[in-house]
């Protein structure tokens, strides 16, 4: 990345695939691996944040990829399932997996766990913090009603202001939870 030149954000798990898209003369660089290995390579948190935290997030981050795998029509027009940017998850490949071994330690403790409703895998969206409250999907995205997404308090981040879509889980308010004791499954 510009802002460290040490870093090399360009090493990556599994297979890298080339796809041409004629009609619109693009070329797509798709990375194809496992979902624990990808998880692993998401960079939505720092290594140094508290176990319970990270893995509250990663499970989140594991359940949404899982969601988008079975039910793969965000990107359907464009040969992957994830976006690696803030459309979907900063993903930034085994580069950053060697520089988090708490988040790899998280990852691996919680491997497999995905976020269920009624049985069912769910989709599990996060953002950066709130304004004490989270905002339900259909606030937010209109369509149908996912009543596993609906607005809740979110105390830690009352008074402060929202930086995000506000849908499913504060980071912040997360956090807040993590450091005064919650578990990761609370």
Known sequence: PAWDATINDN????????????????????????????????????????????KTLYTAARSYAYYHYLYPTKH?????????????????GYG????APN?????????????HYAGEPVVTPYFSRSDGRTRAWTEVWGGSHKPWLVSKSAPYDAGKELWGHGVGMSASDALGRANSGSSWTD
């Open 11 to 54: 090493e990556f798990l599994g297979a890298i695939e080339l796809h041409y898209a004629a009609a619109t003369n693009t070329v797509w660089v798709i990375n194809e691996l496992g979902i624990e290995n990808y998880v692993k390579g998401v960079a939505e948190a720092g290594d140094d944040n508290t176990t319970a935290y990270l």
């Open 96 to 99: 950053f997996t060697q520089r």
């Open 103 to 115: 988040i790899v330690a998280a990852v691996d403790a919680t491997a497999g766990y995905i976020v």
């Open 76 to 92: 359907d027009d464009e040969y992957y399932t994830l976006d690696a940017t803030a459309n979907d998850q900063v993903y930034r």
